[in-house]
């Protein structure tokens, strides 16, 4: 997970995102049931990232909005909407709050926005192969964590019997 600390090109792009108070104050949310959030949008943003180099994409866009995608400060599981559900609302609401974190460009708005096709259809389909590829790494480490997170208590209550 740490790996993102040894790629000085990566940090050039993120860190000054990484280290402002709106995105450190996710690490206070748990996100798939055992990472925080703050680790999940770093994970996203990094392999995004690494995928975008190799594919010849906009790689900083891609690294950019990964910090960003989740940029939100409720507990999906608990906080409920009105017009619609978490991933229906949550983009918008990560958008929002980017906004007022640093320019967002047309290209990293896509990614936010899209991040959660089809699940959050309400913003339709990715228009960018860089949306579309936040949106595929999302989806992975998201299944990814999930699973980890339940391995990992199936462990300790096993080593309770």
Do not use: C
């Amino acid at each position: 997970m740490k790996d993102y600390l040894q790629d000085n090109d990566y940090l050039a792009i993120v860190d000054n995102l990484i280290q402002t108070p709106m995105v450190q104050e996710l690490d206070h949310y748990t996100q798939h049931h055992y990472k925080s959030r703050l680790d999940h949008v770093i994970s996203v943003s990094y392999q995004s990232y690494r995928l975008a180099k190799w594919l010849d994409l906009d790689a900083q866009a891609v690294a950019r909005a990964g910090i960003l995608h989740d940029l939100f400060y409720y507990d999906w599981r608990e906080t409920k909407f009105e017009l619609g559900n978490h991933a229906f609302i949550h983009p918008r609401v990560a958008l929002r709050n980017a906004e007022k974190l640093t320019h967002v460009n047309g290209l990293e708005q896509d990614i936010i926005l899209h991040h959660m096709y089809p699940s959050g259809y309400g913003g339709g389909m990715p228009q960018s192969a860089e949306a579309w590829l936040v949106d595929l790494v999302d989806d992975w480490l998201a299944v990814k964590e999930g699973v980890t997170g339940f391995s990992q208590s199936l462990l300790l209550k096993f080593k309770r019997v």
